[in-house]
């Protein structure tokens, strides 16, 4: 049955009455722009809600992974940052869009996704979108999108929160908000701050060092209301990140080739030089303007992100001092202003038989990429490579969204979106030599013997500095057809069909290896093409048990072209004239991919204290036409001439993901136990299967399933809750993703060891 607005309010002040306790909360979603009832809306949806947040004791947005099956969020200190749903993502910082776009308060994150990612605090909710998303939001992301909205000021009356965990490995995590409306009913400002600081579990045993990271946020959000049909909301989100340790995880491959013996379950890092975040800076803002027209709503939407910030990072993962990279850069700020807008216009005509919206979107991004790279020539001196890396990007949209309300229980939803993608890329390299130069331990260099300038070797045989440079423009268009039917509380059918797309990119390489693809054999930069999919799922989701059960269940289709992977492979260094693991694996086009599984969500109160969830995902995803490198011992010999070996990739493995999640949480309630609050033991159990890497014909980056249990206990009420926590209870040493460290070595990203903590919270 079709909801109006009032008719969701009025179902959700039902449950809160006095059969609340025996009926499931209804959930509000916004994946289609508009309040709709989880259990109606024709979409697969998660929504992770403030409670749950808090809850569960989730301090960055990775652990929102085990809440929910399909979903894989990783988040390594700034790097390595990445959302995966349905067995495909992206995990590592590149030019293009990623295939799950991480949206913070309506703004695209683009590769700056670690500024939603890191920070968990004052949120009031989380969407997971699954699938394309080829109308409704800013980029047409071919996989899904995580929509994240932090809370909004209280026009009405003070309130807020203040939160305090202390755990073990040590560290803390200390936020709080408070809201105060200034001009009741008409303006109020919220200001929310967090301060997080933590150990990884990762030691560096060369170094001493125990791995620690954090950051110091805060947030101002303003609001005003001047009349009941104009709305304005300010924000401002600052983050900052200072001595933040980057250590990596290294696992031995060849103990004749290593000099330390290690083993994932070690947790152990073996760099002589420090691997650090020295600074990051993060300013956000915000504006967004509602202005109800009569029968006629205008939404307007700008943001603006700037970020700034400087690494060191020892690259060798040995003891003997050997190579060190440097990087600062700037997203935005000194470059560019990196403004997105958006406007969006919508009404109902025909009696609200026909619900329509159109739109137009711009964004540009621009970024500078300052990269220095140490490199001893043992008994020689140090090369040092210079990168001046700076890429600019605007996207632009017109796009339409329909509802046609064919029957109250019938809908048909149509969504066109035309893209137009520009990129300007270039990379400037030189190179110095600095005979008899020698690295301490701690990446330090001697003063050199003779210093010899622009050494660097040009792809093309001239001297350095070498100029590689790009400007690209791709259009595209992606869309969504759904057909739903309510045919009672029980059961809601929805099919859809959908056509998602992400642009192409350069490749950016920061070792002089210059890998080159298919689609720019001469090597440049490396050019990879855009990434379409047509996706079909049949899903269907409902209440029953007279409210006491609510569940989810689809299957998908999806069949990917041009479909982007990242590789592993053996590769011809020009630098050195080695043949060699390629530090900086490139992404390459495959000509097609196929993604085909199922997933279900189940939700219930089994008594009126005892509730039960559980979630589960199958996804595979194979290649099922064209070529990818890899790393072939029995291929033709890897030189000059021949970059990397090539097989054939029809029906192997696709992603870096595991084919299977699966989810189990359950939590019991003893009502009123002690002071007024209830008692309650919870716990959360995570399966996660086994992981293989395209084109790793060797196995060399396979890794075996795991299971993690956390549990939870503690006292909660209305206003007040203390919580004590075990995380990783059985300190699973599971392998989230292996990448090549070296000939010797791989480097790993492992699940959070077993950590203890205690979380209290106040709410006024």
Partial sequence: MRRTPLAIAVAVATLHSGFAAAQLEEVIVT??????????????????????????????????????????????????????????GTFSQQAAPARVGTYLDDYYMASQAATALGGMYDMDSVQILRGPQGTLYGQPSPTGAMIMKTADPDLTQVNGYVQGSVVDPSGYNLQGAVSVPIIKDKLAIRIAALTD???????????????????????????????????????????????SDLHRIVETIDSDLANYNVQADDRYAIGDAPSVMNEKEDDFYTFKLDWALGDIDVSWFTGLLTSEYDTRNDNDNTDIPSVVLYNAGTYGGSVNDNFQHELRISSAAFDDRWEWTVGAYYSDAAAQTDVRVDQVIEGVGVFQIFLDIPTATTTSAIFTHNTFNLTDDTSLTVGLRYNEFESESANIIDGDFLLGAVMEPGGELTDPTVAIPSVFPCPDGSASPCFIGDQDKQEEWTGTIKLAHQFSDALNMYGTLDRGYRPGAPNFDTTGIFQATPEDPDSDLNNYTGESVESFELGMKG?????????????????????????????????????????????VNVDEAEQLGLEGELKMLITDNWSLFASATYAKVEFTDGEVPCTDPNGPPVDAGNRFNTCDASGEQASEQPEFFGTLQSEYVFPQLLFGADAYLSGLVVYRGKTEVPGDIE????????????????????????????????????????????????????TPPRTYGVTASYRF
């Fill in 197 to 243: 600081k933590r150990e990884s579990g990762i030691e560096n045993i060369v170094r001493n060092e125990t791995d620690e990271r954090g950051r110091d946020a805060f947030r101002i959000k303003l609001l005003w209301e001047p009349t009941d049909d104009l709305s304005m909301l300010f924000g401002y989100h600052r983050v900052e990140t200072d001595d």
């Fill in 31 to 88: 994946a289609q722009k508009k309040d709709e009832l989880l259990s109606e809306a024709p979409v697969a949806v998660n929504v992770i809600g403030a409670r749950q947040i808090e809850e569960f004791s989730v301090f960055q947005a990775d652990e929102l992974g085990k809440l929910t099956a399909g979903l894989d969020i990783r988040f390594e200190g700034d790097t390595n940052t990445g959302v995966g749903l349905r067995g495909v």
């Fill in 543 to 587: 209440n029953f048990l007279d409210g006491r059960a609510r569940y989810s269940a689809a299957f998908f289709y999806s069949l990917y072209e041009d479909y982007q992977v990242q590789v592993g492979f053996e590769a011809y260094n020009v630098t050195s004239g080695d043949v060699e693991i390629a530090g900086n694996r490139p992404y």
């Fill in 699 to 750: 196995a060399r980056f396979e890794a075996d399933s795991f299971t993690t249990l956390d549990l939870y206990t503690g006292l909660r009420s209305d206003t007040w809750s203390v919580q004590v926590f075990g995380k990783n209870m059985t300190d699973e040493d599971g392998v989230l993703a292996k990448r090549a460290a070296s000939d010797a070595y791989n480097e790993l990203t492992l």
